[in-house]
């Protein structure tokens, strides 16, 4: 079934979905990420972040921007509508300034999550496989040690308890001194969630979920990423 989010993309001429439009699009397929609003003034941004409730993180929205805390886009724990209203403008004329040819939608706004357990959850294609699926816990221990796990999609039940219990970092998420332990089951079921999505929409070159915050009782998604297939 087509896509309204990917399909506008398209008619933009545009492979890279906003987080905006990842999240949405992530959202209508069960998958559990943090509701995230687009404000396109200063205004709308405190008007939003009070209906959400403070603290709240703020982000650039540019299909041009993937990495959006290098471009200096993101602003994390706003505790007060002076904080937003702020760290709007900061947002804008850093982007502005640094990136001027960047097409700017908004600034998006949700609620801080409190952390948990960071992981990320990414698909990428290969030549020979097509869709594969990554596990892996975030921040420094992806980046630097490259512990992840990767299975085919489609994932069958036992490759996504696998994919979490081959990775070296698992005890972090068993609760390692003192650490939360977290769900393990609500984690093997977003595997498989993820990979019925990859399955649905073959148009999707690349996801990152990176990071999702598990905790003891669910996980959540707070940043996302789609890129899609270029058209031949
Ligand atoms: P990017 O990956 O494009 O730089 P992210 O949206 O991942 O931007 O934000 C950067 C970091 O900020 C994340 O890795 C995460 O640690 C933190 N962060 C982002 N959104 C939230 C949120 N809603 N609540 C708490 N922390 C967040
Ligand atoms: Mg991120």
Do not use: C, W
């Amino acid at each position: 079934m087509p896509q309204p989010i990917i399909e506008k993309a398209r008619s933009e001429g545009r492979t890279v979905l906003t987080e905006i439009e990842s999240k949405e699009l992530l959202k209508s397929a069960g998958i559990n990420v943090i509701d995230t609003r687009l404000a396109t003034s200063r205004e709308e941004a405190i008007s939003i972040s009070r209906q959400f409730g403070f603290p709240v993180v703020l982000k650039i929205v540019s299909p041009d921007i993937v990495h959006k805390s290098d471009a200096g886009g993101v602003r994390l724990g706003l505790k007060t509508a002076s904080q937003v209203g702020k760290a709007y403008d900061q947002i804008l004329q850093a982007i502005r300034q640094n990136y001027p040819e960047a097409r700017i939608h908004g600034v998006s706004v949700q609620k801080m999550a409190r952390s948990g357990v960071e992981v990320i959850i990414g698909m990428s294609k290969d030549a020979q496989f097509g869709p594969v699926l990554m596990f892996g816990l975030g921040g420094i221990l992806v980046e630097v040690l490259k512990d992840v796990s990767f299975r085919i999609v489609p994932l069958s039940r036992r490759d996504a308890a696998e994919m979490l219990r081959e990775i070296k970092g698992y005890p972090l998420l068993e609760g390692y001194r003192g650490g939360e332990a977290v769900d393990i089951s609500y984690l093997e079921e977003l595997l498989l969630k993820v990979s019925n999505f990859v399955e649905k929409n073959p148009e999707i070159m690349e996801l990152d979920l990176n990071p999702i915050f598990a905790y003891s009782d669910g996980a959540i998604a707070v940043d996302a990423r789609v890129i899609l297939e270029e058209v031949k």
